[in-house]
């Protein structure tokens, strides 16, 4: 477990929360640094091929933590849960480089495994590049890629692949919106307020265009009289 990982892992906490305070606070308050520290732990014993005590380790850390991390999964540095507990991320993940979730995330897989062997080959996860958030509730499902700097909306069901820089939110998730690579910057959960679609502005401009539609058809008819 690289020194210089974790504290990026720990450089991410002070960038991207205004709640943090201390470095003493980080170690003993954070779970979801917590949880990434097991996970350092437990991938570096997975990838030695000590499967069991791996797992052991991931499952206490998710006991102590309530934060699930198969010991399989790939995390590049800079990574931080924000609030930690309820995140889910499944074997054949793959996370890039300052990545950021809040809590209630799952990255899971869509076809389960036939056989050992199928599941150490097959990719059943999502990718998520360099830059991504996530926010909370959100559930990315099956083999798809998240491009870089994208931001996924809470409560999201991702089933597609996502380009890069883009927005999405939604049930299934839609793109919102696409950042230009050099307008990429860190949002709170994902999304701004200004990005999230007013649904009682989307009900009167439909109204307003029923309206408009009625004028111009009555004017159409009045003009035949």
Known sequence: MAFETIRSDIAAI?????AVRSL???WLTYPGFH??????VSHRLWRRGWFLVARMVAH???W???????PGATIGGGFFIDHGMGVVIGETAEI????TLYHGVTLGGTSPAVNSAAQANTKRHPTLKDGVIVGSGAQVLGPIVVGESARVGANSLVLKD???????????ARVLKTRRERDAHFEAYGTTRDEVPDPVARVLEGLLYQVAALQARVGSLESKT
């Open 24 to 26: 003493a606070e980080v």
């Open 96 to 99: 890039g480089t300052n990545v």
């Open 64 to 70: 102590l933590t309530g934060v699930e991390i198969h």
């Open 60 to 62: 206490l850390g998710r």
């Open 35 to 40: 949880a990434i520290l097991f996970h350092r």
């Open 14 to 18: 002070f960038a991207r929360d205004p």
């Open 162 to 172: 996502v380009p890069a820089g883009a927005t999405v939110v939604g049930n299934p």
